[in-house]
Each structure stands twice: as structure tokens, then as C-alpha cells.
């Protein structure tokens, strides 16, 4: 079946301007991840929705940044005022809560922002 | 502290021999899982093999396994058999708390594997 997605898988911008980054998830998984991967470091985690609802936003770094999943698939990732410390590829993951014993994480192959 | 301590930012072994990536892990919490991902220079994250903390024995999956020392806080990676397409940068990452509640992985910032042919 399809894996995550993330559109787009490029995008530069300038410094202050808003941008969406977009997942649609494996179909069926009901949670979904969001992260970030700074150069040469691992991903770190920024939010994570149980359905639509935010379960736990305790990654997003300030109120620049927001995320949505209005009916518990697709979600965007939004980023006002961009900065350039903005700059990092955003992963995206999903997973079945209801099925498997431990919960694994599949990720997407990233959108790569770029803030000039 | 690191949650995640990888110490070997870059490793070269000959293919077909096998080569272990370490990891430790730092957390008070007695229920907890570490998984290792591999990340080709595709950029996707490709799930490889779990350790609960409560699992007796060390998990194997294919030509993966994962020597567990508990005591010691430690989850290494071990590729047997080393192939080319095994070039990639491996990350460890550790969920803290049982496996529904606290959702969130952290990670370390991962060795850079390279197979020589």
C-alpha cells in the first residue's frame, strides 16, 4: 500500500513569509507525527494528533508554528514569520494505534524548507 | 543529559563483515522502547527493529539484531553480513512510558555507515 507523503518535497522561501507543509498519512493510521531534522542531527519531535485533536504539541519550538488535522488525516504544518533557523527538513510519520504491539513510527520522505 | 548517545559519528566496514552501532540511553522510567531506524540518502526513515524493556531476550529481525544491556542503559545495533545497500546513517531513538501513552521518539544524532566494497 502507500506510504506516508509529503508535499512539497522542496520548498524555499523568504525570511517572514508563511508557508504550509502538507502529510497525508498512511490510510487507516490514526495518529500522526510531525518532526524536525536540523543538518547533521536527528529528527526532533514537534507534535503529535491521536485522530484530530493535538495529543501532545509540546515540541513546537513558538507560536510561529501550528499544525492542523481537521478530520484526522491530511495535516499541514504551518509556519508564519519564517526565520532563517527555520531551515531543516520536516519529516512527517504516522502509525496504527490499534494494531501491532509497539507502536511503530512510519515516516515520510520529508519536505525540505529552505528560508533565504 | 542526552536521552541518546551514539559516539560513532562515522563508521567504515568491509562488505560481508559485520559491524555493531552503538547506542545508550538515559531514563528513569522502567517501561520504555528503543527502536533503530536506517535513513538512506533518500531521506526517508526506515523502521529496522524495537526493544521493549521488558523483553527478555534481544530482538532479531533478519540480518538485524540488537544486543540489549539493560543494566548497562545500552541498545547496539548488529548488521551481520554487511552489503552495500547497508550504507546509510543509522539513528536510535527511545519512547518513554508503556507503548500507548507517551507517543513521542527521541533520537541521537545517528552514525553515518559507510560498506566498502
Known amino acids: 500500500g502507500a506510504g506516508v507523503s509529503q508535499t512539497p518535497s522542496n520548498k524555499v522561501t523568504e525570511k517572514g513569509k508563511y508557508v504550509e507543509l502538507r502529510c497525508d498519512p498512511i490510510?487507516?493510521?490514526?495518529?500522526l507525527y510531525w518532526y524536525r531534522q536540523s543538518l547533521g542531527q536527528g529528527p526532533e519531535f514537534l507534535i503529535y494528533f491521536q485522530g484530530t485533536g493535538a495529543a501532545d504539541d509540546s515540541g513546537l519550538p513558538n507560536d510561529r508554528f501550528f499544525a492542523v488535522r481537521p478530520e484526522g488525516s491530511v495535516s499541514t504544518l504551518k509556519i508564519q514569520r519564517t526565520e532563517r533557523g527555520d531551515s531543516a527538513v520536516y519529516l512527517c510519520?504516522?502509525?496504527?494505534?490499534?494494531?501491532?504491539?509497539?507502536?511503530?513510527?512510519?515516516f515520510g520522505p520529508g519536505t525540505r524548507l529552505t528560508v533565504l | 543529559a542526552q536521552k541518546i548517545t551514539q559516539t560513532q559519528p562515522g563508521m567504515f566496514v568491509q562488505e560481508k563483515e559485520a559491524v555493531t552501532l552503538d547506542c545508550t540511553y538515559d531514563?528513569?522510567?522502567?517501561?520504555?522502547?528503543l527502536f533503530w531506524y536506517k535513513q538512506p540518502s533518500s531521506g526517508e526513515m526506515i523502521f529496522l527493529i524495537y526493544?521493549?524493556?521488558?523483553?527478555?531476550q534481544n530482538a532479531t529481525e533478519g540480518r538485524y539484531s540488537l544486543n540489549f544491556q539493560k543494566a548497562r542503559k545500552s541498545a547496539n545495533l548488529v548488521i551481520s553480513a554487511s552489503q552495500l545497500g547497508d550504507s546509510a546513517m543509522y539513528f536510535c531513538?527511545?519512547?518513554?512510558?508503556?507503548?500507548?501513552?507517551?507517543?513521542?521518539?527521541?533520537f541521537g544524532t545517528g552514525t553515518r555507515l559507510t560498506i566498502i566494497p
Open positions: 531514563t528513569s522510567d522502567q517501561s520504555y522502547g
Open positions: 526493544q521493549g524493556s521488558y523483553d527478555e
Open positions: 531513538a527511545m519512547r518513554e512510558g508503556p507503548n500507548f501513552g507517551n507517543e513521542k521518539l527521541t
Open positions: 510519520a504516522s502509525s496504527d494505534r490499534d494494531r501491532g504491539s509497539y507502536n511503530e513510527q512510519f
Open positions: 490510510s487507516g493510521h490514526t495518529a
